[in-house]
């Protein structure tokens, strides 16, 4: 009869025993430990709440900071909408720029529930951890605390970043880190190449974000931007009529190749560079047809994407000599897409095999290869990197380390 009763008093009370603000002893004593080491970076605007409690010792004031704790845990310590604010300015100056933010949503009361259950504070935090496995390793290095100066703000920035990575496909995937100029390919957690690439200008940089390779290009022709068009291409023409021809660009009315041409000297144009186009869409498009010296090279990787960018080979490749590589307008050149290619087609990403794409490479004409297994690419801005040789750090070659704000404690907003 008493083990009936304590059994039926468990069942209605349940087995935590907290304070009234539902806070065992153990969850207080873990979360206080959390909290003095930063262990997951994620305080930030916190610490003038976390000091409070440390005078006062109320849980009241630790739940607030549990919440925060972990939205700042899921979807980092930079503040968003001031970012964008910055991102939307730099675009009216003519800095093309994008940061996509995979942002996660934090409940309160899920949280407090949890915290009333029993939960251990990691059970609690584990949810809101970034799926990115980039983020435990920069997150060993943060711990250890051996790093300072500028380049802790690096892999305090970093380990944001990696916060709002996508939350989806990081089993195989390829990781572009924009700072390190460098992809990599990872198959079922490991790391199988990587070899470096160049990224966007200053001025017009590669979009972090995370898109899902589903077809590659062989002998690619190359759309020129209407952009693109104004800025380079037409002055080149306008110096030197042989330009086009040199270049085996052709003139269409729109980018699909089998249209009918245009004979570029019936075109006026010099009217396309006046003020009044450089808004509209040109009615005469470039078209770069297959060949050695076409910009894209070989063969392009498409990860269909709002941005129109992609990963490609390059008729360029001296450029690869050198340590700073951000040269394009946005794409991303490869140093090694044969490589790449090679290593999708035998390893049955593609659906074609090694043999065929190399016969479909010699024909020297335009083929599309879908890929049988479609590969998430994340972009990533990473200016410090862990990888099992240690802690690297990188230029912070479009200047998120300084531009993007963290968030603000209440009383430090005005």
Same mark, same amino acid.
């Given at each position: 009869?008493?083990?009936?009763?304590?059994?039926?008093?468990?069942?209605?009370?349940?087995?935590?025993?907290?304070?009234?603000?539902?806070?065992?002893?153990?969850?207080?004593?873990?979360?206080?430990?959390?909290?003095?080491?930063?262990?997951?970076?994620?305080?930030?605007?916190?610490?003038?709440?976390?000091?409070?409690?440390?005078?006062?010792?109320?849980?009241?004031?630790?739940?607030?900071?549990?919440?925060?704790?972990?939205?700042?845990?899921?979807?980092?310590?930079?503040?968003?909408?001031?970012?964008?604010?910055?991102?939307?300015?730099?675009?009216?100056?003519?800095?093309?720029?994008?940061?996509?933010?995979?942002?996660?949503?934090?409940?309160?009361?899920?949280?407090?529930?949890?915290?009333?259950?029993?939960?251990?504070?990691?059970?609690?935090?584990?949810?809101?951890?970034?799926?990115?496995?980039?983020?435990?390793?920069?997150?060993?290095?943060?711990?250890?605390?051996?790093?300072?100066?500028?380049?802790?703000?690096?892999?305090?920035?970093?380990?944001?970043?990696?916060?709002?990575?996508?939350? &989806?496909?990081?089993?195989?995937?390829?990781?572009? =880190? /924009? %700072?390190?100029?460098?992809? @990599?390919?990872? *198959?079922?957690?490991? #790391?199988?190449?990587?070899?470096?690439?160049?990224?966007?200008?200053?001025?017009?940089?590669?979009?972090?974000?995370?898109?899902?390779? &589903?077809?590659?290009?062989?002998?690619?022709?190359? =759309? /020129? %931007?209407?952009?693109?068009? @104004?800025?380079? *291409?037409?002055?080149? #023409?306008?110096?030197?009529?042989?330009?086009?021809?040199?270049?085996?660009?052709?003139?269409?009315?729109?980018?699909?190749?089998?249209?009918?041409?245009?004979?570029?000297?019936?075109?006026?144009?010099?009217?396309?560079?006046?003020?009044?186009?450089?808004?509209?869409?040109?009615?005469?498009?470039?078209?770069?047809?297959?060949?050695?010296?076409?910009?894209?090279?070989?063969?392009?990787?498409?990860?269909?994407?709002?941005?129109?960018?992609?990963?490609?080979?390059?008729?360029?490749?001296?450029?690869?000599?050198?340590?700073?590589?951000?040269?394009?307008?946005?794409?991303?050149?490869?140093?090694?897409?044969?490589?790449?290619?090679?290593?999708?087609?035998?390893?049955?990403?593609?659906?074609?095999?090694?043999?065929?794409?190399?016969?479909?490479?010699?024909?020297?004409?335009?083929?599309?290869?879908?890929?049988?297994?479609?590969?998430?690419?994340?972009?990533?801005?990473?200016?410090?990197?862990?990888?099992?040789?240690?802690?690297?750090?990188?230029?912070?070659?479009?200047?998120?380390?300084?531009?993007?704000?963290?968030?603000?404690?209440?009383?430090?907003?005005?």
């Amino acid at each position: 009869m008493a083990g009936f009763l304590l059994l039926w008093l468990s069942a209605c009370t349940g087995p935590h025993l907290g304070d009234a603000n539902g806070w065992s002893t153990d969850q207080r004593r873990e979360f206080e430990r959390i909290l003095a080491t930063d262990a997951y970076a994620s305080r930030c605007q916190l610490t003038p709440l976390y000091q409070e409690y440390l005078r006062k010792r109320d849980t009241a004031i630790l739940s607030k900071i549990l919440v925060g704790y972990a939205e700042n845990l899921a979807n980092s310590c930079i503040d968003i909408p001031a970012y964008k604010k910055i991102e939307k300015e730099r675009n009216l100056h003519k800095i093309h720029t994008h940061f996509s933010f995979y942002t996660q949503r934090v409940s309160a009361s899920t949280l407090l529930s949890d915290l009333r259950s029993g939960k251990s504070i990691e059970q609690i935090l584990t949810p809101y951890l970034p799926a990115d496995p980039e983020f435990v390793r920069l997150l060993t290095f943060y711990r250890n605390g051996a790093v300072s100066g500028e380049n802790a703000h690096k892999l305090f920035m970093s380990l944001q970043r990696a916060k709002v990575m996508s939350d &989806k496909g990081w089993e195989s995937y390829f990781l572009v =880190n /924009v %700072p390190e100029f460098k992809v @990599r390919f990872f *198959e079922e957690g490991q #790391l199988r190449f990587a070899f470096p690439v160049i990224v966007g200008r200053k001025n017009w940089q590669t979009p972090i974000f995370s898109a899902t390779m &589903k077809y590659v290009v062989l002998n690619p022709t190359w =759309n /020129v %931007p209407d952009n693109i068009a @104004r800025a380079e *291409e037409i002055p080149h #023409l306008l110096r030197n009529r042989n330009y086009f021809k040199r270049k085996r660009m052709i003139v269409l009315r729109n980018y699909t190749i089998d249209s009918e041409r245009v004979d570029p000297r019936s075109v006026h144009w010099r009217r396309y560079l006046r003020p009044e186009w450089k808004k509209r869409e040109l009615p005469f498009k470039l078209i770069q047809l297959p060949g050695a010296g076409n910009a894209l090279g070989r063969v392009k990787f498409m990860f269909p994407n709002p941005y129109s960018v992609y990963m490609h080979d390059t008729n360029r490749k001296s450029l690869f000599k050198h340590n700073y590589r951000a040269y394009s307008h946005g794409c991303i050149r490869l140093a090694k897409p044969m490589l790449m290619l090679e290593y999708l087609a035998t390893h049955g990403y593609l659906n074609d095999d090694w043999p065929t794409i190399r016969k479909k490479l010699a024909t020297m004409k335009l083929q599309t290869v879908g890929l049988r297994r479609p590969l998430p690419v994340h972009i990533a801005y990473y200016t410090a990197y862990a990888d099992d040789s240690g802690l690297h750090f990188f230029p912070d070659v479009y200047g998120f380390d300084k531009l993007m704000p963290l968030k603000k404690a209440p009383s430090q907003e005005r």
